[in-house]
């Protein structure tokens, strides 16, 4: 009779090492945290190691056992802003079938965050970037809305082009923040109309009920202290 092959079950982390991997999770939140308004106030080329050490009130060699750069630093705050971002658009989308009414829906979201969150809208504003998920979910509804006909430009990369160029320029506007709803509606149908989409299929998307804006703004939350 063979022995059963057992598979001994996986050891949980020594409770110090836990301890020290939620510090280390901490301090790098609270640095990417602060770091949102350096960048925010001075774009992403001005900022030196000491604006971020100053702002997260943390030693030099602190900074360096997380980012070896500014450049590293403003990619992974831009990654952490997009997955934010992210969190609040797909639970609304992720049922749409149709790739215009989950970009059209996505773009109204992003737009109500951007103007009524002023860290966010200033950051992304500094660094004339949508973010690096939010691009990709992009992308991708645009290929599949290229693909099936709703959209009416060369490729995907005009598309995309057109979409956030739009969407950039928008928010960059002084206007920006006081259009409200009524404002993000015509930067998006201006998105849509640009991408060759009809009128009918702009009108439809559009109709699309937003859920209630429950965020708390980002200069109201708690900063986590570093550990």
Same mark, same amino acid.
């Given at each position: 009779? $063979?022995?059963?092959?057992?598979?001994?079950?996986?050891?949980?982390?020594?409770?110090?090492? !836990?301890?020290?991997?939620? #510090?280390?999770?901490?301090?790098?939140?609270?640095?990417?945290?602060? =770091?949102?308004? /350096?960048?925010?106030?001075?774009? @992403?080329?001005?900022? *030196?190691?000491?604006?971020?050490?100053?702002?997260?009130?943390?030693?030099?060699?602190?900074?360096? $056992?997380?980012? #070896?750069?500014?450049?590293?630093? +403003?990619?992974?705050?831009?990654?952490?802003?997009?997955?934010?971002?992210?969190?609040?658009?797909? @639970?609304?989308?992720?049922?749409?079938?149709?790739?215009?009414? %989950?970009?059209?829906? !996505?773009?109204?979201?992003?737009? &109500?965050?951007?103007?009524?969150?002023?860290?966010?809208?200033?950051? +992304?504003?500094?660094?004339?970037?949508?973010?690096?998920?939010?691009?990709?979910?992009?992308?991708?509804?645009?290929?599949?809305?290229?693909?099936?006909?709703?959209?009416?430009?060369?490729?995907?990369?005009? =598309?995309?082009?057109?979409?956030?160029? /739009?969407?950039?320029?928008?928010?960059?506007?002084?206007?920006?923040?006081?259009?409200?709803? =009524? %404002?993000?509606? !015509?930067? /998006?149908?201006?998105?849509?109309?640009?991408?060759? *989409?009809? $009128?009918?299929?702009?009108?439809?998307?559009?109709?699309?009920?937003? @859920?209630?804006?429950?965020?708390?703004? &980002?200069?109201? &939350?708690?900063?986590?202290?570093?550990?």
């Amino acid at each position: 009779m $063979n022995a059963k092959a057992t598979t001994a079950p996986a050891r949980a982390p020594h409770h110090r090492t !836990a301890i020290g991997q939620l #510090q280390r999770a901490q301090t790098r939140a609270r640095i990417i945290e602060c =770091a949102i308004a /350096v960048f925010a106030e001075h774009g @992403p080329d001005v900022p *030196v190691v000491d604006d971020f050490m100053k702002a997260a009130g943390i030693a030099r060699g602190t900074f360096y $056992n997380y980012f #070896q750069t500014t450049r590293e630093l +403003l990619q992974a705050t831009l990654e952490t802003l997009s997955d934010e971002l992210i969190e609040s658009v797909v @639970p609304v989308v992720q049922d749409m079938t149709n790739p215009v009414m %989950r970009l059209a829906t !996505a773009a109204r979201i992003y737009y &109500r965050k951007a103007t009524t969150d002023p860290l966010f809208g200033a950051f +992304l504003s500094s660094v004339s970037s949508v973010g690096t998920l939010a691009s990709e979910h992009m992308r991708a509804d645009l290929e599949e809305a290229l693909q099936a006909g709703l959209i009416a430009v060369p490729d995907v990369e005009f =598309a995309h082009a057109v979409a956030t160029g /739009v969407m950039v320029f928008a928010l960059q506007s002084p206007q920006a923040r006081e259009g409200g709803d =009524a %404002r993000a509606l !015509a930067v /998006v149908r201006a998105i849509l109309a640009g991408l060759g *989409v009809s $009128n009918s299929l702009i009108d439809e998307a559009l109709k699309v009920t937003l @859920p209630e804006l429950m965020e708390t703004p &980002r200069s109201m &939350r708690p900063v986590v202290e570093p550990g």
